[in-house]
C-alpha cells in the first residue's frame, strides 16, 4: 500500500524559509524510475507544481520558482524534504507531495496535504 | 512554460447528461517519437487532494468509472463525463507533463455542479 504524508510548520513569518517533509511508504526512491513530486494550492485557487526528485537525484523545478526552492531525499529514511525560502503571504498554500507514475509527471498517489499559512 | 488553458470555468450539468470539459495548451504536448500525448486530468473534491482520472489524453486511471474519458491531440483535449452522477461534482484539472523528466503546469480547474 503506498502513502505519503506531509509535514512541517503550519505557520511561517514573511521572509523565513520554509521546511516541509514528505513521509511515504509502500515503495522506495533507490528503485529505478522513481520519483517525488511537490504541488501546491493556494486556497480556492489552482495547482502549481513545485519540484520533482528522482531515484538518481536528479532534480527538477518549476522554472518561476527555482531560485527559492530545493529538493532532497533521504533514501534510508524515505523523506523527501522541500525548503522554500523568503515565503511571502502569496505562499500561502496547501502543500502535497505526490507519487509520479513512473519518470513522467503524472501524479497517481498523493498526500492528503499540509495547509501553510504565511503572516507575521 | 506551456499554458493550459480550460473552458469553461464553471458548468452546471443535469444529472444523466454529458458535462464537457475542454482544455488547450499554449504549445503540443504531443511527443512525436512515441506518438504520445502528454496530457493527464484529475478531479478533485472538497478538501480532498486531485486524483488521476486520465493520462497519455485518453488512458482511464485503473478504478475510474469508464463514463469518464478523455480525448484529443496536440493542443486541444477535451474530458467527458457521458452520463453525469452527483458523486461527479468537483473542480476538474488538466496538466500537461511534457518532456521526460517534465516541466508540469495545471490548467486553471473547471467547477462542475448539478443543474
Known amino acids: 500500500q503506498i502513502t505519503l504524508k506531509e509535514s512541517g510548520p503550519t505557520l511561517v513569518k514573511p521572509t523565513q524559509t520554509l521546511t516541509l517533509t514528505c513521509t511515504f511508504s509502500?515503495?522506495?526512491?533507490?528503485?529505478?524510475?522513481?520519483?517525488v513530486g511537490w504541488i501546491r494550492q493556494p486556497p480556492g485557487k489552482a495547482l502549481e507544481w513545485l519540484a520533482l526528485?528522482?531515484?538518481?537525484?536528479?532534480?527538477r523545478y518549476s522554472p518561476s520558482l527555482k531560485s527559492r526552492l530545493t529538493i532532497t531525499k533521504d533514501t534510508s529514511k524515505n523523506q523527501v524534504v522541500l525548503t522554500m525560502t523568503n515565503m511571502d503571504p502569496v505562499d500561502t498554500a496547501t502543500y502535497y507531495c505526490?507519487?509520479?507514475?513512473?519518470?513522467?509527471?503524472?501524479?497517481?498517489?498523493w498526500g492528503q496535504g499540509t495547509l501553510v499559512t504565511v503572516s507575521s | 512554460d506551456i499554458v493550459m488553458t480550460q473552458s469553461p470555468d464553471s458548468l452546471a450539468v443535469s444529472l444523466g447528461e454529458r458535462a464537457t470539459i475542454n482544455c488547450k495548451s499554449s504549445?503540443?504536448?504531443?511527443?512525436?517519437?512515441?506518438?504520445?500525448?502528454?496530457l493527464a486530468w484529475y478531479q478533485q473534491k472538497p478538501g480532498q487532494p486531485p486524483k488521476l482520472l486520465i493520462y497519455?489524453?485518453?488512458t482511464r486511471e485503473s478504478g475510474v468509472p469508464d463514463r469518464f474519458s478523455g480525448s484529443g491531440s496536440g493542443t486541444d483535449f477535451t474530458l467527458t463525463i457521458s452520463s453525469l452522477q452527483a458523486e461527479d461534482v468537483a473542480v476538474y484539472y488538466c496538466q500537461q507533463y511534457y518532456s521526460t523528466p517534465p516541466q508540469i503546469t495545471f490548467g486553471q480547474g473547471t467547477r462542475l455542479e448539478i443543474k
Open positions: 526528485i528522482y531515484w538518481n537525484d536528479d532534480k
Open positions: 509502500g515503495f522506495s526512491l533507490s528503485t529505478s524510475g522513481v520519483g
Open positions: 497519455w489524453a485518453s
Open positions: 504549445q503540443s504536448v504531443l511527443y512525436s517519437s512515441n506518438n504520445k500525448n502528454y
Open positions: 505526490a507519487l509520479p507514475h513512473g519518470p513522467f509527471g503524472v501524479f497517481d498517489y
